[in-house]
Nanobody, 126 residues
């Protein structure tokens, strides 16, 4: 069983920064998968934030220039560095893993991902 565990969430003032971590264990802890970040607020569906498939990084428009996704191969960990945070970034953030996909568009779809973490809360105060 593949396990993804998020950490690093918390309370931060608008304009501040947080770095989220996604620890990956199990058969997926190899270089044949992509890891993405999603977020969700109460009453809304989970939405795509960013993904890295080793060759490319993709970001949703509202985080471009502020968020950066990266990997640490030695630690089997994927990070989401979040800078210039805004109150509207407040959400539960989830990491998810999928085998490499043929269409980049499919990385934006929650249904493309087989494995999910439990989520970590990010709260940005005004």
């Amino acid at each position: 069983q593949v396990q993804l565990v998020e950490s690093g969430g918390g309370l931060v003032q608008a304009g501040g920064s947080l770095r989220l971590s996604c620890s990956v264990s199990g058969p997926t802890s190899r270089n044949d998968y992509a890891v993405g970040w999603f977020r969700q607020t109460p009453g809304k569906e989970r939405e795509f934030v960013a993904v890295e498939n080793w060759d490319h990084r993709y970001y949703v428009d509202f985080v471009k220039g502020r968020f950066t996704i990266s990997r640490d191969n030695e630690k089997n960990t994927v990070y989401l560095q979040m800078n210039s945070l805004k109150p509207e970034d407040t959400a539960v953030y989830y990491c998810a893993a999928t085998p490499f996909l043929s269409s980049s568009y499919d990385y934006l779809r929650t249904t493309s991902y087989n494995y999910w973490g439990q989520g970590t809360q990010v709260t940005v105060s005004s």
